[in-house]
């Protein structure tokens, strides 16, 4: 049960003052109770009712060490889901070389996100039902499960190299990855409340994006060493989605045990709430009903109110500021998660291992390196000087090699009985086979694996900075407000990255720091302006509504992406960069309209967050909680 039904649930008391409380004395006590978050119950009780309730409020999760324990877990789930989700785009250049050879590999690639975010564009307009129905801990074990069969699936598709099954279990995994994000989102406002809620999400954040960079750092040595190999690195995400269920379990248990223990201390303070009961002047069957809690008959009612069903239908009374920001969400997330999907491929294409000089071997059709080297075969000019390979470059190819196994006494280790290519192109140069790795072409694979690891470093800097600044970043946007100007800022911070990217010769250093940045200050302003934009009764289906046009997005970039990568002669710089950049260019457009048409209708997103805003907020609508891009819709009817 999410955390607003419960405390809906305790908050249905009336409570009749007592004749020595005059009406003022009540007002005082509710305007009390809301200012002090230590405070948790209105009515003027006598000093032995009042005793009772401060002991009644070690009845809730918040209250209890175990919060901390359940904290650590969540994080250890989801950064385990974190690693698994972005493994692929690590391990891009080792995936083209290991699967079949295909001129459509990029498309392949390319759908492997396609098949995540397809089941996306539709469960999130019900997942939140699903774990208000069945409680937060086991819908998040049953969703690790999900997760858990998706990477296996991935990864037996990699291991027997079926495109068709990888695609199967990215589609299973992406059924369970995302909700389980709202699952944990739950679990979390559960047993956190108030300011340590902010806390724990950010946390929980924080370390959870320690999982795609420790992928980035980790899978291509996994990938690259000799007794691993592409499989073995998606086996190991598997492997750590297994210990993702293993934590739900414990989440399970701990939650099950808590709840045992404040149910039995419930029932062991019947005879006392009794006797209090007696001594005051309180309606004794809701008093008994409800466990001695209450909150005003006005907060009753807003609970009441929030608690019927909201029909889907209901997003045609959305205004114009939610579909600009909608449109934003797509546009700017378009130039930030699509990238990161091929961010390895770009990176070796334009840094790290880029196209060799314009040279050819003085043995065309001989192997260039490695114990089939008959002679030395040197790069040449077309002067016949040897050419200067710099560190950046990928080495020369052969021509063209014709090898069989009887060539060589050393072949156990060969993937297969033939290697003749008349025409050999770098897609068929496949590193994991001992063939090319230390028979022929030893030089290019210790080149290319040392390049896809340096290219996995730089891919970590964007999560680096969002992981520590998002903590931050939210505090700050609620002191300072301007959120539909910060989401102008960040738009047009890609813009610069992605035009620098496309169009320059650097580092790709300062780009990805500036993609971190952007990012992070983009996140830290979606998400909270989602229900500022609409009714509070409508905030679910907002998060809902906006979160699957999102995944409409994230199924069809990497289409787009794969298109262009093929119609530029199979290179991604600089049209695809010039891709992303449109797509900033159009969020900065966005970010500039929803600054007007956010200054026509009240200044709801540039406004500050103060604390008395935060406090009606929780006055009028029962528990508002801070929000991040790790929180999606959680109750829709």
């Known amino acids: 049960m999410s955390s607003s039904r419960t405390k809906a649930a305790i908050s249905e008391t009336l409570i009749a003052p007592s004749p020595s409380a005059t009406s003022m004395d009540i007002d005082k006590l509710a305007i009390d109770e809301q200012d002090d978050e230590s405070i948790e119950y209105e009515s003027p009780l006598t000093a032995s009712q009042r005793g009772l309730n401060v002991s009644n409020r070690s009845l809730k999760k918040s209250s209890l060490r175990s919060r901390w324990i359940v904290l650590v877990l969540c994080c250890i789930l989801m ?6 989700y972005d493994i692929p785009s690590a391990l891009h250049q080792q995936i083209q070389t290991y699967m079949p050879p295909s001129p459509n590999f990029e ?23 699903t774990v208000d129905k069945y409680g937060a801990p086991k819908c998040q074990t049953i969703f690790a499960m999900t997760v858990f069969l998706g990477s296996s699936l991935l990864s037996i598709g990699v291991t027997s190299q079926s495109w068709n099954l990888m695609y199967l279990g990215r589609f299973v995994f992406g059924v369970g990855a995302e909700s389980l994000g709202v699952a944990q989102s739950t679990v979390l406002s559960e047993w956190f409340e108030g300011k340590e809620a902010a806390l724990a999400m950010g946390i929980a954040l924080s370390v959870s994006r320690l999982g795609s960079i420790w992928n980035n750092l980790v899978s291509p040595k996994v990938a690259n060493a000799k007794n691993g190999g592409v499989e073995a690195a998606f086996w190991v995400g598997a492997l750590l989605t297994s210990v993702s269920v293993v934590m739900g379990c414990f989440i399970m248990l701990v939650d099950g045990r808590t709840a045992k223990k404040i149910e039995k201390r419930r029932g062991d303070s019947v005879e006392s709430l009794t006797a209090a009961l007696l001594e005051g002047s309180i309606v004794e069957s809701e008093f008994i009903r409800t466990g001695g809690c209450s909150r005003s008959s006005s907060a009753s009612a807003q609970e009441a109110g929030r608690s019927e069903s909201v029909h889907i239908s209901e997003i045609r009374k959305f205004g114009q500021l939610f579909w600009l920001l909608s449109l934003s969400c797509v546009v700017v997330y378009g130039c930030v998660l699509p990238f990161n999907n091929v961010a390895s491929g770009i990176l070796l294409e334009r840094n790290f291992f880029t196209s060799p000089p ?32 710099v560190p950046t470059q990928s080495p020369v190819l052969p021509n063209s090699v014709n090898f069989t196994k009887s060539d060589s006494n050393i072949t156990s280790a060969w993937d297969k009985t033939t290697y003749a290519y008349p025409d050999l192109q770098p897609s068929n140069v496949h590193c994991g086979d001992d063939f090319w790795y230390a028979g022929c072409t030893v030089d290019y694979c210790t080149k290319e694996r040392s390049a896809t690891e340096k290219a996995g470093k730089v891919m970590s800097i964007p999560y680096l900075i969002s992981s520590v600044s998002s903590p931050l970043l939210g505090h700050m946007v609620d002191k300072i407000g301007r959120r539909a100007v910060i989401a102008t800022i960040a738009s047009a911070i890609l813009l610069v990255v992605h035009l620098s990217l496309a169009l320059l010769v650097c580092s790709p250093v300062g780009p990805m720091v500036g993609q971190g940045i952007a990012y992070s200050l983009y996140a830290a302003v979606l998400w909270p302006s989602v229900p500022l934009t609409v009714s509070k009764q409508y905030t679910g289906t907002a998060f809902g509504v906006i979160t699957s046009i999102q995944n409409i997005g994230l199924a069809l970039f990497p289409l787009v992406i794969a298109a262009i990568y093929s119609t530029s002669g199979n290179n991604y710089i600089p049209n695809v960069e010039i891709f992303f950049a449109s797509c900033a260019a159009a969020g900065v457009i966005i970010g500039i309209l929803m600054i007007q048409v956010d200054r026509k209708t009240g200044c709801r997103l540039n406004a500050i967050s103060s604390r008395k805003d935060e406090q009606d907020d929780i006055r009028h609508d029962g528990d508002f909680e801070p929000l991040n891009e790790e929180i999606h819709d959680r109750s829709i009817s």
């Open 107 to 129: 498309t392949k690639f390319n759908l492997l996100y396609t098949a995540y975010s397809l089941p996306n564009t539709i469960l999130p307009l019900f997942g939140g039902n």
């Open 79 to 84: 950064s385990a889901n974190y690693y698994a």
């Open 358 to 389: 314009d040279c050819q071997l003085k043995y065309q059709d001989q192997c260039v390196d490695g114990y089939l080297q008959n002679v030395s075969n040197l790069p040449l000019d077309a002067d016949g000087s040897v050419c200067t390979v």
